[in-house]
């Protein structure tokens, strides 16, 4: 008699992203006149087409793949060397943070990574995940069976959340000394969904709290790229000790437009050891990871790892950071929209989501279907990133110059 | 404190294929002159460049990724609505097979696939995996904690062992109505590493077995391409009732030479349910399955998924006919060549795969270095596959014509 995995029977109705559209598709069909209007800021998709350079190397590498001599078929499972090695020098060396190429494991993608990683850990541990926060992390702990059941406002039994909010520049501190210690937390700056950013001394104490107590870092840094003031650290590996106590998740999607192409990566220092359920003995996860890897996944494919290395190119450079100064300006205006309505605005300097306040007395499923109907425009409810984000909603930057300017003048029409 | 999942240290070395490699890398730098006349017929990889309709859709994908109006980023996780209707409509419906457009998930190869689907399945389950068998199976059942320690013979406890034997002609039955019934059982045919194929009577005996102990069978069609007897099943679907019992589970490396550009896809029909842990309620793992990708991954590539959509068109289809049928003479030569040396063989006929008997008292690992020392050949060790593949050795169609005629030449000079 075959049983299923239980645990995904605690998991709270749809994905977020799936319900979403599901509410717009109902709305299009009953308004197909409205429809018509519509303004997607929902998801945090990218709108423009890839950079040349990065069209150009996968029509070079498409070309190879006719060609019985230069012919790729089954590739290293943790990425070619020619990209390990340009993230390696080009992300971190060149920028003074201590990374070797083969520290480097090329994925399809950061969503696949962030629920992967599970795979390598203990079942027993006790973990952190901010809220308001990126679904992913929450659901993957939930289906692998370390939560409980979840309460009445969406918060699971088992695991700590560790709480965003205004007083605290939606940039969590780590638990109190007193507090029981957590065995994993993870973080995510530039913060999807409020666009905060951690400052260097906020990052050395997450640092200084997982040393102390242990603790394994999982630094999302998929928007890494969005970070304009050079104060701000762009690596966890920045702070000194980080890599004893880190795993970095950084992703091609949101800089070079690879949401539909897929590729991503994370590191993992070799230094970087978790323990056996006694305490006792410290393994690398390094080790475990290239394993997990080679039995699990066979590589990314060879046309995508090569346009992953356009990006590294100096017209792929330049391009990308256009196209972050496209969606940076959109930002902007979208900011000055959502003020101007008279609402909090959070996020949008250093990351490509703006974090609003919903009026006073409003919830967030409300006032996203009031802006659907109202306004047509899609904007992400806050609390779908968690009970925190409950008064709070997203507007994504990802559009063109025409649609952001008219998403804040209907928003600024709304007050 | 960070705990690690020990489950990973029950796996024994590395995976075969990296293992393999090592070898080959130490004998080719301490031989650099014999390494030039180096065979592999080791891993199972392609060796023909892609076919023509396959890289006109390439590089026409590649333009829309070029171009605002037709640039697509996010796509639905479980594949592209035009490659699940060509799927289920070329590969089932127009072989009279009843399959729905949306119970095709697509993804990014089938070792991925095979590991992950243990995501929705309980942990409590019994688990049949034939051996020999592509190490997948056992290994990610494994680092799932489904399994004790492994024995000196490789074998894991808790995992019962499906023998395939020469007695068999390697399609093992299913157990005796007396055994403990399996929850879950893999099943790959066209077979790999044996090359076996299971007639429609064989398979019948294994799903009136799943029917009648609730067994979900994980049927592995990877080599269905291989296929050329008519009256052999293709799909584990022409067996009446295997929608209520098997998930069918196919790639695009083996047909359309996939392996470096990674697509495939499973089946998964909307009646199959399993159970809760009490054995009571019954949940269709469509939901779930649908649940995990949304949740862990993010869907293939949709350059690629272009790509796949091209193997259905009918230059597509002519051209992966004339790929199969020149590995598959090559696989006539080389059984040949190893019959001519005095070795009994097997498979090759309707599979890519030969499977032969060592010489008496010679190991498997033994053959594999006598045969890189002396034939300078790459074969791939049968006890790499399980305890039942010690004294054989699979030798894989995938080359050219010119290199399968020298190993067929040099195989038989082995006598």
Redesign the interface.
């Known amino acids: ?6 645990n ?2 605690k ?1 709270k109705a ?2 977020l ?2 319900e979403i559209a599901r509410r717009v598709n109902a709305f299009c069909e009953a308004n197909p006149k409205r429809a018509e209007r519509l303004i997607r800021c929902g ?1 945090g ?6 950079p ?1 350079a990065v ?1 150009a190397a ?2 070079r590498a ?2 190879e ?4 001599a230069l ?5 290293p499972e943790q990425g070619y060397p020619f990209l390990r090695a340009a993230i390696a020098e080009i992300d971190y060396r060149a920028r003074g943070i201590d990374v070797a190429d083969d520290e480097i494991f090329v994925s ?2 950061s ?2 990574d962030c ?2 990683i599970l ?7 006790y973990v952190g995940v901010p809220d308001p926060v990126y679904p ?1 992390y929450v ?2 702990n939930v ?1 692998a069976g370390h939560t409980g059941a979840a309460s009445s406002s969406g918060a699971y039994e088992g695991i700590c959340y560790l709480t965003g909010n205004e007083a605290n520049g939606f940039v969590p501190e780590p638990p109190a000394a007193t507090a029981k ?1 957590l ?2 937390a993870y973080l995510c700056f530039p913060n999807n969904p409020t666009g905060a950013v951690a400052s260097r001394e906020r990052l050395r104490a997450w640092v200084d709290y997982a040393l102390a ?4 870092l999982l630094f999302d840094a998929a928007y890494e790229a969005y970070v304009r003031e050079p104060s701000l650290p762009r690596s966890i590996y920045e702070i000194h000790g980080a890599r004893r106590c880190a795993i970095e998740f950084r992703s091609f999607s949101k800089n070079g ?1 690879f ?4 590729c991503a990566f994370i590191v993992i220092p070799k230094e970087l050891t ?4 006694d ?1 006792g003995a410290r ?1 690398p ?1 390094h080790g ?1 990871w290239a ?2 890897m ?11 790892q090569r346009a992953a290395e356009a990006i590294y190119s100096p017209e792929g450079r330049a391009q990308v950071s256009a196209l972050i100064a496209l969606y940076m300006e959109n930002a902007a205006i979208l900011r000055r929209g959502a003020a101007e309505a008279g609402l909090r605005v959070f996020g949008g300097e250093n990351a490509p989501y703006i974090w609003v306040a919903t009026p006073a007395g409003v919830g967030s499923w409300e006032f996203f279907d009031k802006m659907l109907r109202e306004a047509n425009v899609v904007i992400t409810p806050g609390s779908g990133f968690g009970a925190a984000g409950e008064g709070y909603f997203r507007i994504s930057a990802f559009n063109s110059r025409e649609n952001a300017i008219e998403v804040a003048r209907r928003l600024s029409a709304l007050r």
Not at 71 to 75: A, D, E, L, S
Not at 213 to 216: E, G, I, P, R, V
Not at 294 to 304: A, L
């Open positions: 008699m075959a049983f299923f995995n239980e995904y029977r998991l749809g994905y992203f799936p998801i998709d990218v709108t423009e087409p890839l040349s069209i996968l029509h498409v070309d793949q006719a060609n019985r012919f790729r078929g089954y590739g399809d993608g969503k696949c629920g992967n795979d390598i850990l203990g079942h027993q541990n992913v659901d993957t289906m210690p065995d994993v107590n242990d603790t394994l437009g949401t539909g192409l897929r978790a323990r056996t359920g305490g393994v996860l475990l394993r997990r080679s039995t699990k996944f066979n590589g990314v494919s060879y046309i995508v």
